[in-house]
């Protein structure tokens, strides 16, 4: 079985289309499909059915998909391994990153790397804690930066945190009845704006309220656009704190400090309530135990782990 056929029957996989399959493996599309066939014909079944929408994976074709990652894997971090015996260390590293991320230590990590070995290639990936987990488990990613509170994590997967993070309730000052804090109770019958059902902090604002309701208004991913709806006064906005704008002052927020001379808040002016209990999660980098002998992922690891990172 030739290993740069398995790239090919990947990238028809992935690209659900033979012709953009060809041009991303820069290969003549009859040339491709030929390979394919052949590897059809290896192995006894159809891989693909091919229809006027593109071409989709048969069953067969779903089982040899994971094999085909490992190979492929394998391949790469046998190159790793010799180009580290050298002080070459090359190579792809691909990180998967959800929202928040540019504020842990990631980014210093990276050039770090970058610096140490500028032959390493760092692409990031954006997406939801869920799917970014779900593609570290696929070795479509090989490290990912998640949150992941409520259910534990697959016992082939580990992890380490880059940051302590908080959910904090944000609204126009004459949005809170109390001069300070917020608690699940005084969010009943207020309109809330918070993240859609795939983000991990949905599962864990959903765990921390228990039997409380509340009526999700606007669901969106974006913290930004939580902050900005909250401002036109259309709820109390559900957020992450590190995605606060720094116009925002959590500082005074629940300290009830004046800042008119009249002693009276600003109506329009954004308040920051912290829960109580607080309602903090971790942001943690996640990688493949049995991944962790990469070269390129073992000087990722070693970067993340320094006291300084």
Known sequence: MDIRVLGYFLAVGEEQSFSAAAVRCRVAQPSLSRQIAGLERELGERLFVRGRDGAALTEAGETLVPYARAALSAIEHAHDAF???TGLLTGTLRIGVVNGTANTRIPACAAALHRAHPGVR??????TSRTLIESVRARELDLAVAVNEVAPLPEELDSITVMM??????????GFPH???VSWPDLAGRPIISYTHESALAELIDAARADHQIDLMCATNDPLLHVAMARQGAGIALTAASMLPAAVDSASADS????????????DELDVRHFNPPLMFHKRLIWRRDAASSPSIRAFLNQVSKPDA
Request: hydrophobic share 30%; net charge negative; aromatic share 0%.
């Open 122 to 127: 760092i692409t990031m990936v954006e997406g």
């Open 83 to 85: 180009a580290e015996r």
């Open 165 to 174: 993070d908080e959910v904090v309730a944000v609204a126009v000052s004459s």
């Open 256 to 267: 009830g400090e004046d800042d008119r001379p009249d002693g009276r808040r600003d109506p």
């Open 179 to 181: 001069a300070s804090g």
